[in-house]
């Protein structure tokens, strides 16, 4: 099965045609869930990581006044670089989590806590092989890249719900009426909306 490539332009309600898209996304459809999910960690997170080069080099270019076609391939290369390493583990992780939400059948910080931490370790072992390390050390390494994985994949995931919470006042979750004169100021609790 060929993949379905769509290109879709979004517009905020409040914008008039014409004017510049506010958001543009690749959509590719490769016919499993998993492998779209990962195509899109790898392309999302790997413009991003080629991007942050870009303008690190510019940044340089501009700083120091020189520009050679030298330093212009070196950092097309890195920023090719950096693009395939981050948007390969961004699109491990993105399987990993998938496949962990299947196995589970739910969803939630968990899954994105388990699917970093395999990434983590994943990522860390063919690091550690390729560079050579000792049996005590490849073990460390691995473990650290675990525990770091699983730690940056719960902190992204619980930042990603925070931004999807809803501030309800609280005699509406308890279905009570308001409180004339609390004794803590705490009227608000933020819940979760699916």
């Known amino acids: 099965m060929m993949p379905k490539i769509k290109l879709v332009l979004g517009l905020s309600a409040s914008q008039w045609w014409p004017v510049w898209p506010t958001s543009i996304a690749l959509r590719i459809d490769m016919g499993i869930p998993w492998m779209n999910r990962a195509v899109h960690g790898f392309l999302n997170v790997g413009a991003v990581a080629a991007c942050k080069v870009a303008a690190e080099d510019t940044s340089e270019f501009i700083s120091t006044g020189v520009a050679s ?51 983590g370790a994943l990522v860390s072992a063919a690091t550690v092989a390729v560079a050579g390390a000792s049996t005590d050390n490849y073990r460390g390494r691995v473990i650290k890249g675990a525990i770091t994985g699983g730690a940056v994949a719960t902190a992204a995931e619980l930042i990603n719900q925070r931004s999807r919470v809803v501030s309800v006042p609280l005699c509406q979750i308890l279905n009570r009426p308001p409180v004339l004169k609390p004794l803590v100021k705490m009227d608000r609790v933020q819940v979760v909306a699916n």
């Open 69 to 119: 076609e030298n330093k212009l391939e070196r950092s097309l290369k890195k920023m090719c670089k950096e693009g395939a390493y981050w948007g390969a583990v961004a699109g491990l992780y993105e399987a990993m989590e998938y496949g962990v939400e299947r196995i589970r059948d739910q969803n939630g910080w968990t899954n994105a806590m388990i699917g970093g931490a395999i990434t």
